[in-house]
């Protein structure tokens, strides 16, 4: 188990070199710990990571989801630091349309896994405050579920996953260990007994209350000074924990099967080691003070027991009684894992985009909107306590997730972001946008960004092609990092992510987080008033590749993605920022996915009481109308400002470099896009009803459906 990829990463270790994890702010880097830290100031620190639970997820949808969510939350409060806010990445095949076999499945799996997410971020009392989600064929019988927890702590109290101190006594602490454990656990089950087998439910069943109290205590425990090490039993349960604390600190660990805590009778030394059951942590304590752990332990109601001892020859040793069941040198099994060179085989480049017929942009801008990639996540998100801790700043739904930690009085924004059609065209280019429109939705947000963790998402690494993706992918995000200065402090990488009909479109997921300075500057992207001017900060674009106009309304994944410039793209960035901190901007919102109408209509239809607006796009340069409309050409921006600021935030971002022109004014029920001699108008309420309803409607037609059950 220990060197299977999901430890190991002996398939990605070397690509992952690659990466930038060091920077002014680093205080504990990427691989050191259960996560990275960032220093915000003011003797303020931040850890936060990305990890996925995608294949646990497709066999059992809500207890696959609520352990990811459980499991991410354990390894930012093993690092010292209190959880005050999550993210979510999400990934499923189609929802909408006829309700086929394959549909009706994938809705199970998307309703099963946001109602897995709610149930544990809101018993446990962590806002779930931001995310995306997207719906492809690539992903259907494979879904990508991606978890994103942030902390708060102080830079002098980070706690650290080593097995320090020869002679310190060895807790285990947290809920026993039972066989459900073994459920999904990713070893091999063919020396199971019989029995074990049969009482393994689909997958861990994790408890958002036990795990409180876990958190509750440990951290109570951090505080008092107790604790020489400590680390959560994730993958490999037992296993895992004691080799890794004791390889890090170049000690050995010695546990007594014995004494640890036990929810059921007759486990045999292997499925004790291996079992993943959840909310369960490995604390190495201080000689002298394992009172403190017995006292604090029996005050959260919550089991304990000192089952060994941190030892001096650096071995993992295993005992039950006076018998040593097993017995191996802790750094073999933590660090020498086999670290591989795999075949890399470029794929074909995309085919040439060719002939695309036109559509009228007045039926394909409705479709835009109403497909569940772009469509309002207001189904999945009103399922979310993301109001709990009274810190939110923006509620769902914006560019990116803002919240106020109180306790340090710092404001952060957060984002997570990957287009895999992009990736899947060029992997290269596709990480690289996922980097840069990260950092632009954060600029929209007002944010200067600080750092990057990630959740690679790709197929059996075997496969030449599929590790061509991964390398690429790789590199173009480590160089989009640098470009950006965001170190990347940790992640994920899930491999093997497939179907009979092949592997899931590469999926680097990007999650960075920012600071903004003040809370004047906290900008969203719904238009705010009547009568202010719209202002686009950037070129028009072009071309079609890559584009969900492309997929949406042609059904196709071809051409090649936006080119990226990281001057303009960071030259944008600094004039949104700039123009925000002088309080001229009313809201600010990137051009993505739909491109520049489905931007504009966004910021019309997000806003509380929808807003019209009057669109003229006449002085663009000459092309087809849905090229115009619908390219999704990056380094974009639309902002309002009051009509009177308009010139002098024009002659800023063109000051400062950035093209910039006034193309309409907020106001009326339509929307209505002027360009030469053709106009094409929507009435806002439908444009409202078709973004903000279309994946309800998707899941109502399940529940009325005698086909489908849940559970």
Same mark, same amino acid.
């Given at each position: 188990?220990?060197?299977?990829?999901?430890?190991?990463?002996?398939?990605?270790?070397?690509?992952?070199?690659?990466?930038?994890?060091?920077?002014?702010?680093?205080?504990?880097?990427?691989?050191?710990?259960?996560?990275? /830290?960032?220093?915000?100031?003011?003797?303020?620190?931040?850890?936060?990571?990305?990890?996925?639970?995608?294949?646990?997820?497709?066999?059992?949808?809500?207890?696959?989801?609520?352990?990811?969510?459980?499991?991410?939350?354990?390894?930012?409060?093993?690092?010292?630091?209190?959880?005050?806010?999550?993210?979510?990445?999400?990934?499923?095949?189609?929802?909408?349309?006829?309700?086929?076999?394959?549909?009706?499945?994938?809705?199970?799996?998307?309703?099963?896994?946001?109602?897995?997410?709610?149930?544990?971020?809101?018993?446990?009392?962590?806002?779930?405050?931001?995310?995306?989600?997207?719906?492809?064929?690539?992903?259907?019988?494979?879904?990508?579920?991606?978890?994103?927890?942030?902390?708060?702590?102080?830079?002098?109290?980070?706690?650290?996953?080593?097995?320090?101190?020869?002679?310190?006594?060895?807790?285990?602490?947290?809920?026993?260990?039972?066989?459900?454990?073994?459920?999904?656990?990713?070893?091999?089950?063919?020396?199971?007994?019989?029995?074990?087998?049969?009482?393994?439910?689909?997958?861990?069943?994790?408890?958002?209350?036990?795990?409180?109290?876990?958190?509750?205590?440990?951290?109570?425990?951090?505080?008092?000074?107790?604790?020489?090490?400590?680390?959560?039993?994730?993958?490999?349960?037992?296993?895992?924990?004691?080799?890794?604390?004791?390889?890090?600190?170049?000690?050995?660990?010695?546990?007594?099967?014995?004494?640890?805590?036990?929810?059921?009778?007759?486990?045999?030394?292997?499925?004790?080691?291996?079992?993943?059951?959840?909310?369960?942590?490995?604390?190495?304590?201080?000689?002298?003070?394992?009172?403190? /752990?017995?006292?604090?332990?029996?005050?959260?109601?919550?089991?304990?027991?000192?089952?060994?001892?941190?030892?001096?020859?650096?071995?993992?040793?295993?005992?039950?009684?006076?018998?040593?069941?097993?017995?191996?040198?802790?750094?073999?099994?933590?660090?020498?894992?086999?670290?591989?060179?795999?075949?890399?085989?470029?794929?074909?480049?995309?085919?040439?985009?060719?002939?695309?017929?036109?559509?009228?942009?007045?039926?394909?801008?409705?479709?835009?909107?109403?497909?569940?990639?772009?469509?309002?996540?207001?189904?999945?998100?009103?399922?979310?306590?993301?109001?709990?801790?009274?810190?939110?700043?923006?509620?769902?739904?914006?560019?990116?997730?803002?919240?106020?930690?109180?306790?340090?009085?710092?404001?952060?924004?957060?984002?997570?972001?990957?287009?895999?059609?992009?990736?899947?065209?060029?992997?290269?280019?596709?990480?690289?946008?996922?980097?840069?429109?990260?950092?632009?939705?954060?600029?929209?947000?007002?944010?200067?960004?600080?750092?990057?963790?990630?959740?690679?998402?790709?197929?059996?690494?075997?496969?030449?092609?599929?590790?061509?993706?991964?390398?690429?992918?790789?590199?173009?995000?480590?160089?989009?990092?640098?470009?950006?200065?965001?170190?990347?402090?940790?992640?994920?990488?899930?491999?093997?992510?497939?179907?009979?009909?092949?592997?899931?479109?590469?999926?680097?997921?990007?999650?960075?987080?920012?600071?903004?300075?003040?809370?004047?500057?906290?900008?969203?992207?719904?238009?705010?008033?009547?009568?202010?001017?719209?202002?686009?900060?950037?070129?028009?674009?072009?071309?079609?590749?890559?584009?969900?106009?492309?997929?949406?309304?042609?059904?196709?994944?071809?051409?090649?993605?936006?080119?990226?410039?990281?001057?303009?793209?960071?030259?944008?960035?600094?004039?949104?920022?700039?123009?925000?901190?002088?309080?001229?901007?009313?809201?600010?919102?990137?051009?993505?996915?739909?491109?520049?109408?489905?931007?504009?209509?966004?910021?019309?239809?997000?806003?509380?009481?929808?807003?019209?607006?009057?669109?003229?796009?006449?002085?663009?340069?000459?092309?087809?109308?849905?090229?115009?409309?619908?390219?999704?050409?990056?380094?974009?921006?639309?902002?309002?400002?009051?009509?009177?600021?308009?010139?002098?935030?024009?002659?800023?971002?063109?000051?400062?470099?950035?093209?910039?022109?006034?193309?309409?004014?907020?106001?009326?029920?339509?929307?209505?896009?002027?360009?030469?001699?053709?106009?094409?108008?929507?009435?806002?309420?439908?444009?409202?009803?078709?973004?903000?309803?279309?994946?309800?409607?998707?899941?109502?037609?399940?529940?009325?459906?005698?086909?489908?059950?849940?559970?």
């Amino acid at each position: 188990m220990l060197w299977s990829e999901h430890c190991s990463y002996k398939n990605s270790k070397q690509e992952f070199r690659k990466v930038p994890t060091t920077g002014p702010g680093v205080l504990v880097k990427a691989g050191e710990e259960n996560a990275g /830290v960032i220093d915000i100031g003011d003797g303020w620190a931040i850890a936060f990571k990305m990890e996925s639970h995608n294949h646990p997820s497709a066999i059992e949808p809500f207890q696959g989801a609520a352990t990811g969510v459980g499991g991410i939350i354990r390894d930012i409060f093993t690092m010292g630091a209190r959880p005050v806010f999550s993210l979510n990445s999400l990934r499923f095949g189609p929802i909408s349309g006829a309700a086929t076999p394959a549909v009706l499945r994938n809705r199970r799996l998307f309703a099963g896994v946001v109602a897995g997410i709610a149930h544990y971020g809101n018993c446990i009392g962590i806002p779930t405050i931001g995310g995306e989600i997207y719906f492809d064929e690539s992903y259907e019988g494979n879904p990508l579920v991606n978890v994103f927890c942030l902390g708060v702590l102080k830079t002098d109290e980070i706690a650290r996953g080593g097995a320090v101190g020869v002679g310190n006594p060895v807790f285990y602490v947290g809920a026993e260990t039972g066989r459900d454990g073994l459920a999904g656990a990713a070893f091999a089950s063919r020396d199971l007994t019989e029995e074990s087998k049969q009482d393994r439910p689909a997958v861990q069943v994790g408890d958002p209350f036990r795990e409180k109290l876990l958190l509750e205590a440990c951290l109570e425990l951090l505080a008092s000074g107790a604790v020489a090490g400590i680390q959560d039993m994730g993958a490999a349960g037992l296993t895992c924990s004691t080799c890794e604390t004791a390889s890090r600190a170049g000690t050995g660990v010695e546990i007594d099967l014995e004494k640890v805590p036990k929810r059921e009778p007759g486990m045999s030394p292997y499925e004790i080691m291996l079992s993943e059951s959840q909310e369960r942590m490995l604390i190495i304590v201080k000689r002298g003070q394992e009172q403190q /752990v017995r006292d604090i332990f029996e005050k959260w109601d919550l089991p304990y027991a000192e089952v060994g001892a941190v030892k001096d020859d650096g071995m993992m040793r295993v005992c039950v009684g006076k018998e040593v069941a097993a017995e191996i040198p802790a750094r073999k099994l933590a660090e020498d894992a086999p670290i591989y060179s795999r075949e890399a085989k470029a794929r074909p480049a995309p085919a040439p985009l060719g002939e695309v017929p036109e559509t009228d942009p007045v039926e394909a801008l409705p479709a835009l909107l109403a497909h569940p990639s772009i469509a309002s996540k207001n189904w999945v998100y009103r399922q979310y306590d993301h109001m709990v801790r009274a810190g939110t700043c923006v509620l769902p739904g914006s560019d990116a997730a803002v919240f106020l930690v109180r306790e340090a009085g710092k404001i952060l924004a957060a984002t997570s972001d990957c287009n895999a059609i992009y990736c899947a065209l060029d992997p290269r280019q596709g990480a690289r946008i996922a980097v840069a429109e990260a950092a632009r939705n954060l600029a929209c947000s007002g944010a200067r960004p600080l750092a990057v963790t990630d959740n690679l998402n790709f197929g059996n690494p075997y496969n030449p092609e599929n590790f061509w993706q991964l390398r690429e992918c790789v590199e173009g995000l480590a160089e989009a990092c640098r470009e950006f200065n965001t170190p990347v402090t940790g992640g994920n990488v899930s491999l093997y992510n497939q179907s009979p009909a092949g592997a899931v479109d590469p999926t680097p997921t990007v999650g960075m987080v920012g600071m903004i300075d003040d809370a004047a500057h906290i900008t969203t992207q719904a238009f705010k008033g009547v009568g202010d001017a719209i202002l686009l900060l950037g070129d028009p674009g072009s071309g079609l590749g890559g584009s969900h106009y492309l997929k949406v309304i042609h059904g196709r994944k071809a051409g090649n993605p936006p080119a990226l410039d990281y001057a303009r793209e960071k030259a944008v960035h600094e004039a949104v920022r700039a123009l925000i901190r002088m309080r001229m901007v009313k809201s600010a919102h990137d051009c993505s996915e739909g491109g520049l109408a489905v931007a504009i209509a966004e910021c019309c239809v997000s806003a509380e009481e929808p807003i019209g607006a009057e669109i003229d796009l006449s002085g663009f340069p000459e092309m087809r109308a849905d090229e115009l409309l619908f390219n999704e050409a990056q380094s974009r921006i639309i902002i309002s400002v009051r009509r009177e600021n308009a010139a002098a935030a024009l002659a800023l971002a063109q000051w400062q470099g950035v093209p910039a022109r006034r193309v309409g004014f907020t106001g009326g029920d339509h929307l209505r896009i002027k360009y030469g001699e053709r106009e094409w108008p929507w009435i806002i309420s439908d444009l409202r009803d078709k973004w903000w309803n279309s994946i309800r409607r998707s899941m109502e037609e399940s529940r009325v459906s005698k086909t489908v059950t849940y559970g």
